[in-house]
């Protein structure tokens, strides 16, 4: 009779349209996706972190064999605060390293370059390119014996536990297996390690001297005699070691459990040899010598434990079980632990380097284009704190974008591309002249307002959007005799066009047009009136370039068609309605087009991880689900997702985060939408194959 009544109570919610999804499990949706690993290989390295700091281990859940990764995902150990600059003999001057530009605005521009001839510029240019560069903190791994090798270990198995944030590894050495649990303390830049074996395996600490490398693992072990490490106290369970890089100084506080002895064994390189079975330590590396009492491991281990079941329960979560397409599997795989990593990696009180916290590429400097790929889908995901916490950085920065602005004879600020936490400007021949991260500012506080519309995010964050807008409205220029305003002097997004010739590129036309609309609604909401002038270059902007139906890369490019440069890179056209809502800018019809176009014959061997993200996006808006799944999943080079979750690129760069950003931002807009939307999950086909769960995501604008 209960089955009966069970029955009749289904078809009648059925058919009411009442039936609601039961809860995600997000338990099993969590677990099902934890990284196995059952062999060293310098791809599938494993990290713990907190977005502030993050260790990076290789299949024995420390740092023990990192030449062995250096060319894969090395073995790293980096901080948002641990930074180094060499010494500047020549008192290089970061106004040394400007050059003078005429595009056409009125006036000479002057532009933070790098120089080729030789000179005192070229020097200037290249020591602020290099300097300050992010440190590798310092190595904590085993010490198995000097002639012992990787392939000496056996019976790896190795799980990256998701749901509690910590890093089971096992293995075997000699006949006897060692058992390691590794996690990083969510609130401090310290790990943890809880090591069981009767082999007593010794742990080192070994601590490099920085390499000033455009991208590589920030070691250089050959210069041992140009760096310090002493120890400044010490007693039978802990000792603090004192960093001193030239004017650089850090601390590293070792506490350990069991009885164990700490010693020097060369410069820079010290072991701490365990006498029992069951040995842990932590290691906290601080930028000043602490004073608090350091948690100890049980307390770490509970804490991350605490801090990543929080994560996971609260936010978004989408789940792919029931699909029937086989495609949906991987793409799960992909969502959950790109999570996990941009987490880890990218939500600290800086924007985050396109590598994150594992390894150097441009130096360890930041990339402020860069930063809505990484931080959009924070508040997208319904995690809006991760994304405040680095937004609020924007301030720091403020003063000397402020004085960008000016010295180029613009209004309001013009944020940096490349940059480090102090905002200093890199020199680039490339990113000095980008435009397209000037909004994001606008659109990531947007976001932030959307989750919660109050009073506190506008009082924190609308002097920064109005200053930013007053730049975009005065570096966008009024041609009288066709009524219109264009954008000129700038290489956009699409980086393989030229700043001296390229006008009115598609995506930051939309950009601006979007933008500047936002800037009036905060104006609005601030109690403020709408800016006359900024409504007109509103109602001015020139449309987007086309030929043939299909948009151009810019409006000077009419070979766009047949000329590479402009078919290859970023794709960033499909920007202009894919990132951002659909504009009066912008004709449907030829945006489809363009996107079959792309789609047909565009260079993808010559494109990065988040190009296929953006084009899932635009394919979703459009009305081509199947084209936004096949983009996400696209078999190239560049859309490789290794077994740890990060997108690999090349040689260069076997992490790319941004991809990892760009996929799910692409992944909330395909199952919650856009403001006006009103197909249910708009990015996936209605062919029986993609029913898709989720829960707790925000529609895009």
């Known amino acids: ?92 001057k970061h106004e040394e390293t400007l050059k003078i530009y005429d595009f056409g605005h009125g006036r000479q521009e002057p532009y933070s370059t790098e120089f080729k001839e030789d000179g005192r510029q070229k020097g200037a240019s290249s020591w602020f390119r290099v300097n300050p560069h992010r440190l590798h903190l310092g190595i904590v791994g085993f010490e198995l014996g000097r002639n012992v090798k990787a392939t ?82 010490q007693t039978d369970h802990s000792a603090i070691l004192k960093r001193t890089i030239d004017a650089t100084v ?23 040899t365990p006498e029992s079975d069951n040995f842990a330590f932590t290691c906290w ?29 609260r936010g978004g979560a989408v789940d792919f079980s029931a699909c029937k397409d086989a495609r949906a599997k991987e793409l799960e795989r992909r969502v959950v632990l790109s999570q996990y990593l941009l987490a880890i990696q990218c939500a600290g009180s800086t924007p985050p380097q396109e590598t994150g916290l594992t390894y150097n590429s441009w130096f360890g400097k930041f990339h402020l284009e860069m930063i809505w790929w990484h931080q959009a889908q924070f508040a997208l995901w319904n995690r809006p704190e991760l994304l405040d916490r680095t937004l609020g950085w924007y301030e720091k920065a403020y003063p000397i974008a402020k004085e960008i602005a000016k010295r180029q004879g613009f209004d ?27 909004p994001h500012l606008i659109y990531l506080a947007e976001l932030l307002y959307r989750n919660h519309p109050n009073a506190q995010i506008i009082k924190k964050y609308n002097k920064m959007v109005q200053e930013t807008a007053a730049f975009m409205y005065s570096f966008a220029t009024y041609e009288k005799d066709k009524d219109r305003f264009v954008l000129k002097g700038a290489i956009p997004a ?47 902007l020139s449309p987007l370039a086309a030929k043939d139906t299909l948009y151009l890369a810019a409006e000077t ?21 894919g990132i951002l ?60 997702y290794l077994v740890n979750g990060h997108n690999y690129q090349d040689d260069r760069l076997r992490i790319y985060l941004p991809g990892n950003g760009g996929l799910l931002t692409a992944i909330s807009m395909m199952c919650a939408g856009w403001d006006g939307c009103k197909v249910k999950n708009p990015g996936f086909p209605k062919d029986g194959n993609w029913n898709v769960k989720w829960e707790s995501l925000t529609p895009m604008p």
């Open 1 to 92: 009779m209960r089955k009966i009544l069970y029955s009749c109570l289904a078809l009648i919610l059925s058919a009411s349209g009442a039936a609601k999804q039961m809860p995600i499990n997000r338990l099993a949706l969590v677990t099902r996706n934890n990284p196995q690993i059952t062999a060293f290989d310098s791809l599938s390295s494993l990290s713990v972190g907190n977005g502030e700091f993050a260790y990076t281990v290789d299949a024995t859940g420390l740092q023990t064999f990192p030449e062995m990764y250096s060319k894969g995902v090395p073995l790293g150990t980096q901080s948002q605060w641990g930074w180094h600059s060499y010494a500047n003999p020549n008192n290089y």
């Open 152 to 233: 000496d270990i056996t019976n790896i198995k190795q799980t990256l536990n998701l749901w509690k944030g910590n890093i089971i590894s096992s293995f075997t050495l000699n006949g006897k297996a060692v058992q390691v649990e590794t996690v990083c303390h969510p609130q401090k830049d310290m790990i943890a390690a809880k090591i069981n074996s009767a082999l007593h395996p010794v742990v080192n600490f070994r601590f490099p001297y920085p390499s000033g490398g455009h991208c590589d693992d920030g070691c250089d072990w050959t210069k041992n005699n140009l760096h310090n490490t002493t120890i400044v106290s």
């Open 250 to 272: 850090y601390y590293v506080q070792i506490q350990w459990e069991g009885k164990a002895k700490l010693s020097e064994k060369q410069k820079n390189y010290f072991v701490l």
């Open 285 to 313: 590396f601080t930028s000043e010598k602490q004073i608090a009492k350091q948690p100890g491991v049980a307390e770490t281990i509970l804490a991350a434990g605490n801090y990543w079941t929080s994560f996971w329960k």
């Open 412 to 438: 309001g600020v013009r944020w940096m591309k490349m940059t480090d936490p102090s905002g200093i400007e890199a020199p680039s021949k490339v990113g000095s002249f980008l435009i397209w991260q000037q």
């Open 494 to 540: 699409q980086e393989t066009l030229r700043a001296a010739e390229t006008v009115n590129p598609p995506f930051e036309l939309s950009y601006w047009h979007y933008a500047m609309n936002v800037a009036q609604k905060w104006r609005e909401r601030a109690g403020e009136k709408r800016n006359q002038k900024w409504d007109e270059m509103i109602n001015k």
């Open 557 to 577: 490019a009419l070979d766009t068609y047949t000329d590479i440069r402009f078919t290859s890179d970023h794709m960033a056209v499909l920007g202009a309605e």
């Open 581 to 640: 809502p659909k504009c009066k800018l912008v004709r449907n019809d030829y945006m489809k087009n363009t996107l079959n176009w792309i789609w047909d014959n565009w260079n993808w061997d010559q494109t990065w991880g988040w190009d296929y993200p953006m084009t899932a996006m635009n394919a979703a808006r459009l009305g081509e689900p199947e084209k936004a799944v096949g983009a996400l999943l696209m078999n190239k080079r560049t859309n490789t």
